[in-house]
């Protein structure tokens, strides 16, 4: 109980500052400097009007000095940021399971947001997300690093193969994420992967049936969410679904 309350609180603080990646990253800023600011006045944030989820409700989403509104973006992604740690925290019994999908969780966030904003999945997020999967997984789980690295270029490999036949549905940062994630996952990928393909044909097939075939093919939808749904997935129930996959279609 301690480790998921740990996490929860964690991931909320992490979460305010994947907030800052999501807002800063894309607009080439600097993650550091300057420090927390109203974008309207640009007043700096104090401390005390900084804590996650608690002081957006206590300003009633509303700047301090100015009066301008925050986003209910920012406590809904450090909420989400938490529950999705406890929820990784209490369903994985290893502390290496418990470090790789924790850690997955806190590099699919930004990398969703942005695509979902700007369609673009920086490298700033996949390259050290690769490296830091790479060294936690040897750290912890020395002997089980091979098939993370095989599912890592399996995983890029199979989206490489969609993006270059279907170059309008997908881009290299898709294929770098999709990698990422198989660093992360190992085996788990190969259901996150296709949660990530079943979803974006629904949602495509809903906007074909809503604006019909020519103006649906013609409506962009960013893939990275689909794919930080299928890690979601992967992180929760991706070994049990590989296992049941085993057993009644491999023996």
Request: net charge positive; hydrophobic share 55%.
């Amino acid at each position: 109980m301690e480790a998921a309350t740990f996490a929860g609180v964690l991931g909320a603080i992490v979460g305010s500052f994947l907030n800052v990646v999501a807002y800063r990253l894309p607009r080439h800023e600097s993650l550091i400097t300057p420090a927390s600011h109203c974008p309207g006045c640009g007043t700096p944030v104090k401390p005390y009007d900084n804590i996650p989820i608690l002081s957006w409700l206590a300003l009633r989403g509303r700047c301090r000095s100015c009066g301008e509104p925050i986003s209910p973006r920012y406590p809904l992604v450090e909420g989400m940021t938490a529950a999705l740690c406890v929820g990784a925290v209490l369903v994985h019994d290893s502390a290496s399971a418990i470090a790789l999908n924790v850690l997955l969780i806190l590099f699919v966030v930004p990398a969703a947001l942005i695509d979902l904003e700007y369609r673009i999945i920086p490298n700033r997020i996949t390259a050290p997300g690769a490296f830091v999967a790479i060294a936690v997984g040897l750290a912890l789980d020395p002997a089980g690093e091979p098939g993370r690295l095989i599912a890592g270029a399996a995983a890029a490999g199979f989206l490489l193969l969609a993006a270059l036949a279907y170059p309008g549905g997908m881009g290299m940062g898709d294929v770098k994420l999709a990698g990422m994630m198989g660093l992360f996952l190992g085996a788990a990928v190969a259901p996150a992967i296709f949660v990530a393909l079943l979803a974006g044909v629904l949602v495509g097939a809903v906007i074909v049936a809503r604006k019909g075939a020519r103006e649906g093919r013609k409506t962009a939808v960013p893939f990275g969410p689909f794919l930080a749904l299928g890690a979601l997935v992967g992180v929760f129930a991706g070994q049990q679904l590989v296992d049941v996959y085993v057993k009644h279609f491999l023996h």
